[in-house]
């Protein structure tokens, strides 16, 4: 597509449920990253994927957090058993990830902003 | 590991004021460095970005940075604001090759008054 696509836009959940976040990514871009956008703190990585494997996971902040990304495509973060402190917008962004093409600029996504009551 | 530090969190203009934002990062070795602006209800796009040559990049909008390697700085500046630079910046910063993550820092927010 033209640009970076996610959704839901907008999520409420009641806490202890699971919710999936959507992003496709801009194609032929098969770097794919997400971030969690806080109040007062920044973009906090959360995971990055090259093609459909994901090298850097660290970001993850806890084991109810997972993410999978198929056919080099769409990938989807899943948060299971959502706490209130889960409550950010979740930005996607991609880059084309290619040696000596990349620039390293990221395109973002409008996030989805997710809400645990 | 790379980090990025903004100084001002939260920056209030008069319009035709000037602009300087801060930005320092902390890393060894060589690296690609952004800005990023996000518009009320848009979202993030890049504003500039250095990688190698002359340290002084204009981006959009008439925004410039410097890049002062010594400093470990890259800082944003405008001579002269306008309302609709009202909107919030962070600062990135990746390793230059291979996979290096794009950490940003804690982000400014600009709020212009006309």
């Known amino acids: 597509g033209a640009g970076v696509s996610q959704s839901p836009s907008n999520k409420v959940t009641e806490k202890g449920k699971d919710v999936e976040l959507r992003c496709d990514p801009i194609?032929?871009?098969?770097?794919l990253y997400w971030y969690r956008q806080s109040l007062g703190q920044g973009l906090e990585f959360l995971i990055y994927?090259?093609?459909?494997?994901?090298?850097?996971k660290s970001g993850l902040p806890s084991d109810r957090f997972s993410a999978e990304r198929t056919g080099g495509s769409v990938s989807t973060l899943t948060i299971q058993r959502t706490q209130q402190e889960d409550s950010a917008v979740y930005l996607c962004?991609?880059?084309?990830?290619?040696?000596?093409?990349?620039?390293?600029?990221?395109?973002f996504g409008e996030g989805s902003r997710l809400t645990v009551l | 590991a790379q980090s990025v530090s903004q100084h001002n969190h939260h920056v209030i203009l008069s319009e035709a004021a000037s602009l300087e934002l801060g930005c320092n990062y902390s890393?060894?070795?060589?690296?690609?460095l952004f800005w990023y602006v996000q518009y009320p209800g848009q979202h993030l796009q890049l504003l500039l970005k250095?990688?190698?040559?002359?340290?002084l990049v204009k981006g959009i909008k008439g925004f410039e940075a410097e890049f002062i390697k010594s400093k470990f700085s890259f800082n944003l500046r405008k001579p002269s604001v306008q309302w609709s630079d009202t909107a919030e910046y962070f600062c990135?910063?990746?390793?230059?090759?291979?996979?290096?993550?794009?950490?940003f820092g804690i982000g400014t927010k600009l709020q212009v008054i006309p």
């Open positions: 194609s032929g871009h098969t770097a």
């Open positions: 994927f090259q093609g459909n494997s994901a090298p850097d």
């Open positions: 962004a991609s880059s084309l990830g290619r040696t000596g093409l990349d620039t390293g600029e990221l395109f």
């Open positions: 890393y060894g070795g060589t690296v690609n």
């Open positions: 250095y990688f190698s040559g002359d340290p």
């Open positions: 990135a910063v990746n390793a230059r090759g291979g996979y290096q993550k794009v950490t």
